[in-house]
């Protein structure tokens, strides 16, 4: 893809991230649980409502890492595969931006923040080369797979709304990991690994409530 062209393509990922709108190719986990959704209680509606904001910013991360990692791939099936990813990213944004419309929640006022900062850490993964740049999907993806696993366990169980959608993020996020393991990732050092999961628990813990 010429330069001017992932630039576009990279501002728009950034736009729909941060203006709410977000479209999704494939269907609303939630459509397929069959019956009545059942009532929520306020405590429960409310911890749905503040784990499905940081879902919503593990999202809007995950648009900035892949459109720098994408704008920076040394070839075009790196490219390729980066905006493959996205993709369903943008079906995961728009998800969880529907289920805390339905909570009557909101989404992280620091968004922009959020997005900032993971373009620039997608930026410095993606010019280490395009080994280390899959290793670091890798390493992110695995991350995210146990954060929604913990959530599944957090998650009010008469909610089958919100857990359907975090069991399919979590079914996307491993196939994402798996792609990037056999395209040929480097392994992420440990030291860069513990960074991390430091970073992410700084936003995880203040995206849960602002």
């Known amino acids: 893809m010429p330069r001017t062209d992932a630039l576009i393509e990279s501002a ?15 269907p609303l986990p939630q459509d397929a649980v069959s019956g009545a959704a059942p009532q929520l209680s306020p405590e429960e509606r409310q911890l749905s409502g503040a784990l499905m904001r940081v879902n919503h910013v ?19 099936e790196l ?6 990813a996205a993709r ?9 931006e529907r289920r805390l419309a339905d909570l009557g929640d909101r ?11 993971a373009f620039a850490i997608g ?6 080369g395009d080994r ?7 390493e992110t993806e695995r991350q995210v797979e146990q954060h929604l696993a913990s959530h599944l366990d957090r998650l009010p ?12 993020m979590k079914i996307d996020e491993g196939r994402h990991a798996d792609a990037a393991e056999q395209a040929g990732a480097a392994p992420v050092p440990a030291p860069v690994r513990w960074l991390m999961r430091a970073a992410a628990r700084v936003m995880t813990g203040t995206a849960h409530y602002i």
């Open 12 to 26: 728009e990922m950034a736009l729909r991230a941060l203006s709410r709108s977000a479209r999704s190719a494939r």
């Open 58 to 76: 593990g999202e809007v991360c995950a648009q900035a890492l892949y459109a720098a990692q994408a704008l920076t791939a040394r070839t075009p």
């Open 79 to 84: 490219q390729a595969q980066m905006r493959a």
């Open 88 to 96: 369903d990213e943008t079906d995961h944004l728009a998800w969880t």
């Open 107 to 117: 989404p992280s006022l620091l968004n922009p923040l959020w997005y900032a900062g």
């Open 123 to 128: 930026l410095v993964a993606g010019r280490a």
């Open 132 to 138: 280390y740049s899959l290793g670091f999907v890798v």
């Open 157 to 168: 169980a008469a909610d089958s709304a919100s857990r359907a959608v975090v069991e399919q």
